[in-house]
């Protein structure tokens, strides 16, 4: 018996504990929230271990649910959602390390926190599009108030934008599935169903469904140019709900993209697969160049997000097996690197210095302050630069591999977006730790601010796991591979070489 | 061909004498600096006993470790040596101790200099003896994190720029390498070098590139040249170049200059020539051109260089594009005389390694006289250091001497191994080239005669001292190398003829 | 035609058991209520309703669907049976809501009111003929004229109350008007007899009129652009709980009742009333564009206000249009999504007004700015303030949500995007997500903003509190498992 399908209410039960225990303690929220997001992470742990691939979703429960309109509690896992799942598993576990220093109001925010990722897990383990969809909600509107609530930079506006456009995003979504289901003529919110009720409507109801679909999930991917709330809404955001909200909720919108838009209306997808290729290809280069010249160090990590999950959704446009693995592989490691990206820059940084502009941290010498912060972020930063040996490599290589049999000029570009993300990468770790490197003064100084253990535990989990994908990343994608050849994909161009 | 665990441990010792260095926080100064020399040195016994394992006879691999490491993007770990190879790390071998030792005399925050700096050697002998794409990435990749490091925290002035600069630039050229080799795959499904190569000589790669579209196999000929090309670099992709070796630390100027400009024209010989000799022969004219640049232009702009190290750099790229323009001569010819196929090659890759040593002995030696006049290394603020210390100045002129190509020592053979091939093959862009030499003749020896002869003045007034001890032990061997080899150039021939035969014979075949 | 009047005493029962309350309410007021605080008769009245509401539901439940009854001139059906809860339920939650409101001069006869309009609420449930409808409309809606009017402290309430009932007016003579020509188009008044009259024969520009003037009292009676314009006013101005119970029972009940008359008696024209020139469009495009400009309008304007009520108010007009979508559909799929449509969300406002009377009752303002620290002051209002919003806005796992949901798949079922209504259902998911927005502005108030006077606790009586706790919680279990309502039908 599989602890996997009692992660979402055990999380959201969770959440609840952490509400009544943070009335009366702050660290006893903090407890109850890292026991929490260990459940969840022992639990796919687990899964993970005993996982073997296959190319069907593997049902952990079905239950009729709304019998009148065919919608069931349905919760499966395939290779694909395992992933995320374990993303979402070391991404939350490190959130709440790197939380641990949240003052005000502990036990509301990891009640709200917790809620997030209660939807998440939801959202990655179902299997039928209504219990998705109200998973995917249930993490919307936690995001506000944890934004609104906990955040900086102009929260309150940050908080605003990136709850309405998630929610238009998932508005649009709606339309789309009941249109559908409608039009179609499904009996249930199965995924089998709907993609029947698709292949029920004409050639043009298919493809304007697919755009209703794709785009909705998009928006919350931040497929450019769409993505706009992404980076301020990144950058109002208190450390861990940034660290969850690139790492894990952009993941959301991507795996929607994937799971739903593309199966369910593989002919809408063709119809819509060169305009999905541009725009992404656009976001890649787009975002890097404004990452470029940024001053807050927040908004370069912020719009490095846009521009790498402009990567899934190149992979995605190509539809290709091998491109789509890299695709998922990629929001794997763009959740691990970005959760870390965050940390540094939401913990180890601003929470010390006060500050975030790179004209102020260039001038203080940073590497002796906070020599440990600098090391996790150069390792973070060699690993958003897609250097080999991180796990960004392999996904970009796939994403690549795939640009190249569907469009070259995507490949080309798609490799300027790399250059670039080297280069905003590098200025960043330059001007905020490396500004006074160098410069007349003593050996690093044993003063230097250390990181706390939770920052190591945290910071320690997250970068592991990109090393270790990076080194073998036949660790997932033996599970997303299989996955990928299920006949839900079988649109799947594939192009596999020989 | 033997199995053993030599290349990997060759690669390793360095890596975990870094992370050595990195994690024991307490270790003395002292300790610190003998550690990463040791750990340094190792490529030294490494490259011996590869030496011995060598067999002259044999063109190819002649130790290989091959194991499966992604199946899913079909990499293998797959390390592999043979003479050229071989002769990289020698290279690095004696340049590494030397250079490292450098870096760490006189500087601050020893540990960790030490250890980006044992992190550089040994990811650039990662890149020499990698034969997948993947591990070989890595490496080369990796190589950049140290090397910024190093530059921005020991460097000059500007280092800041300078080593942004330089990584940005090689980004690029990084950029343009996993963009070739992600096309290499969707067409092939390896990206294994030897693979490559085979298949190409099947006669096979050309049809699977050409499948994914018309361009790409341009597009991927391009990302390989510009990807190798920064690195040597091939004019013009020089830019980053100047004030980069200008602004680091001069032990670190002496390993990017002996080894890393090394790593392009390794990538030139072991990537771009064997899996795509076509498009090589068939761009080979803008090619012969850029290389042609690069001897000429590096030459009069060191000329007109003011400043020792800029000199020293552009010097370097007038030097490092002798190589390239062998290569380039050899592949645009196509089948042709073998006598001078093999002689070009041959002179090349020499030429690459004495380069090696005689640029590191002279950005030493500009580093010895950085040290003596407080950082400064305008000409102009020297003069009669001869007469000050007679001793440097001699080592000074046989490095001097050994870069100018004087026969008799090592800096000769290569050069004149080049030039006779590329006169048989490519006769106007040999005589091009000799006018280049000529004006290297001018600015080394206006160098030679503004700096160390005449009366002591500006920095060399007052006091200067002759090498000490510590500065002995590095320009000596040096010294004492460019000598030997130059009396006796087949020591290093010898680990490359046979591969240079082998080429040939497969170019002069009907 | 014999008629059992045995059975028509137990359909009437419930109404018969409220009126009896109500006139017991006044009566103990009188006798045993001289000389005491109004706040005990308060309680008085309050208890004694919810025990005529509580028993009234007992019967209804006990009694289920009975079918036609009193020659069909009653229906007693699923439908029926779950109006009539439903707008009990609704009742009792007002009344509990009262103890937590400001107490008025006349508690007992308040309540006694509302009961009275109750009255008037289950008889819409079931009324199957012209005349009874229009009796027991207006039963109801003399009640509300009063109830909206009876806060004498505050001009306000009179103003919302003459505005009320002014528009009431003119809407119960356009009905009239409307009853009328349907009569005398076919010489019924029993809906079947209509809808069999008019399926035979209809005279095209007669019925366009007859279909005109009841489309404008539903627009009136559920606040449905272009005959909202009373809505605002009386959302602010009138007693908390008057409006609560105009926002949420009388809808409820106006909904069954224009389902009613619209499907069972108009149905034939729902599509081929020339009122469209005849090409082929009836009332459905009429009430379908009614919707569409509601849903635009409600939500656009609901943005730029400052007064909460207003906001509902003007959130309810968008909701109206939503409403209206379910009205279009259920002629497809039958009334379950519109009946849970209406439902949650007359929990969701009963619920909010409720927390607005408990506020109101505390001395604060009415703008949105006021409701600033309400987590401090009031953990338990602000928590369940954040389920009636969230639901009003459609948040998933909570009621309202699911009610969007199952009224917008019903109206893609109708015909996908070939049919008006899947249009409207688009335009309605567009604008929820502007919805969000001022939902969010409220909540961030409550939960975020930090209260820049200096104000005490909120006192939150036990009934109150009762009443709101179990609003949000009915409203997270039937979001949770809507096929406990869904399954009714």
Known sequence: MSLLPWIPVATLVGALLALVAGARSAAAARVVALLTALFGAVAAGAAAARFAPSNELVTLVDLPWITQLGIRYHLAVDGISLSLVVLTALAATSGVLFSWTVAERVGEFFALYLTLVAGVYGVFLSADAFLFFVFYEIAIVPKYFLVAGWGSTRREYGAMKLVLYSFAGSALVLAGLVWTYGAGGAEGFSFGALTEAASRMSYGENVAAFGLVFFGFATLAGLFPLHTWAPTGHVAAPTAASMLLAGVVMKLGAYGCLRIALPFYPVGFAAWQLVIGWLAVAGIVYAGLVALVQRDFKFVIGYSSVSHMGFVMLGLATGEIEALAGATLQMFSHGVIAGLLFGVVGRMVYEREHTRDLVELEARPMHRRLPGAAAVFVLAGLASMGLPGFSGFPAELKILVGAWNFHPIWAVAAAVGVLVAGAFTLRVMQRAFFGQFGAAGAEPGEGGERLTLPEKLGAGLLLGATILIGLKPDLLLDWIVPALQSPAFHFAATNVVP | MTASLLLTGLVAVPWLGALLLGVAGSLPARAARSLAVLASASTLVFGVLLLARFDPSLPGLFVEERVPWIRSLGIDYHLGLDGMGLLFVLLTGILGPLALVTTLRRATRVRAAGAWFLLLQGSALGVFVALDFFPWFICWELSLVPAFFLIRGWGGAHAGTAAYRFVVFTLAGSAGLLLAFAALYAATGTMNFTDLARLRAAGELAGKLGALGAWTPVLVFLGVLVGLGVKAPLFPFHAWMPATYAEAPAGVSMFLTGVMSKMGVYGFFRLLWPIFPEELRAYAGPLLVMALGGVVLGALAALRSGNLRHMLAYSSLNHVSYCLLALFAVAGAGPADGVAVESALVGALLQAFNHGLSASALFFVAGVLEQRSGGDSDFARFGGVRNAAPRFALLAGVALFSSLGLPGLNGFVGEFLIFRGVFALQPLAAAVATVALLVTAIFLLSFWQRVFHGPRSGAVAGSFADLDAAEWRVLGPLVVLMILLGVAPQLLAGLINPLAMSWAASLTLP | ?489
């Open chain 3, 1 to 489: 035609m014999s008629i059992d009047y045995a059975l028509l005493f137990r359909v009437l029962l419930p109404e018969a058991l409220l009126t009896a309350t109500a006139l017991l309410v006044i009566g103990v007021d009188l006798v045993w209520g001289s000389g005491r605080s109004r706040g005990s008769r308060l309680q008085m009245a309050v208890g004694a309703g919810l025990l005529g509401v509580g028993v009234a539901a007992l019967v209804i439940w006990q009694d289920g669907a009975q079918g036609s009854v009193w020659a069909g001139n009653l229906r007693v059906d699923l439908l029926a049976v779950a109006v009539r809860l439903g707008v009990l339920g609704l009742t009792g939650l007002s009344l509990l809501g009262l103890t937590g409101s400001r107490v008025s001069d006349q508690p007992a006869e308040y309540v006694a009111l509302a009961l009275l309009a109750t009255v008037g609420f289950l008889q819409m449930a079931v009324a199957q003929n012209l005349l009874l409808a229009f009796l027991a409309l207006e039963l109801a809606s003399l009640s509300l004229y009063v109830l909206a009017g009876y806060d004498r402290s505050r001009p306000e309430s009179a103003e919302a109350a003459l505005k009320y009932f002014l528009q009431g007016g003119v809407s119960a003579a356009l009905l009239l008007f409307g009853f009328s020509l349907l009569y005398g188009m076919t010489g019924r008044i029993d809906l079947t007899g209509i809808s069999m009259a008019l399926a035979a024969h209809a005279d095209g520009s007669l019925s366009a009129v007859a279909v005109g003037m009841v489309l404008a009292a539903f627009g009136f009676k559920a606040a449905v652009a272009p005959f909202h314009p009373w809505a605002p006013d009386v959302y602010q101005g009138a007693p908390p709980m008057s409006a609560a119970l105009i926002a949420s029972a009388a809808k409820l009940a106006g909904l069954a009742f224009f389902w009613r008359i619209f499907w069972s008696g108009l149905g034939p024209l729902a599509a081929t009333a020339p009122l469209t020139g005849g090409a082929g469009g009836g009332w459905v495009p009429v009430l379908a564009a009614m919707c569409a400009v509601s849903l635009l309008l409600g939500n656009l304007v609901a943005l730029a206000q400052v007064s909460i009520r207003r906001l509902l108010a003007y959130s309810a007009i968008g909701h109206a249009g939503a409403l209206g979508l379910g009205l279009l559909s259920a002629g497809e799929v039958g009334p379950g999504p519109l009946f849970y449509y209406a439902a949650t969300y007359g929990l969701a406002t009963v619920g909010a007004f409720a927390c607005l009377a408990l506020l109101d009752r505390a001395g604060d303002g009415d703008r949105i700015e006021d409701l600033a620290g309400l987590r401090r002051r009031s953990p338990l209002l602000a928590a369940c303030l954040a389920v009636f919003v969230l639901s009003l806005a459609g948040i998933p796992p909570l009621a309202g949500f699911f009610g969007k949901f199952v009224v917008f798949a019903a109206a893609f079922r109708i015909d996908g995007l070939s049919h008006p209504a899947g249009w409207v259902a688009l335009l309605a998911i567009a604008m929820s997500a502007v919805a969000l927005y001022y939902y969010l502005i409220l909540l961030k108030q409550a939960w975020i903003a930090e209260d820049v006077r200096v104000r005490g606790p909120i006192e939150v009586p036990p009934a109150a509190a009762l009443g709101v706790v179990l609003a949000a919680g009915l409203l997270i279990v039937l979001g949770a498992f809507p096929s406990l309502l869904l399954g009714r039908f």
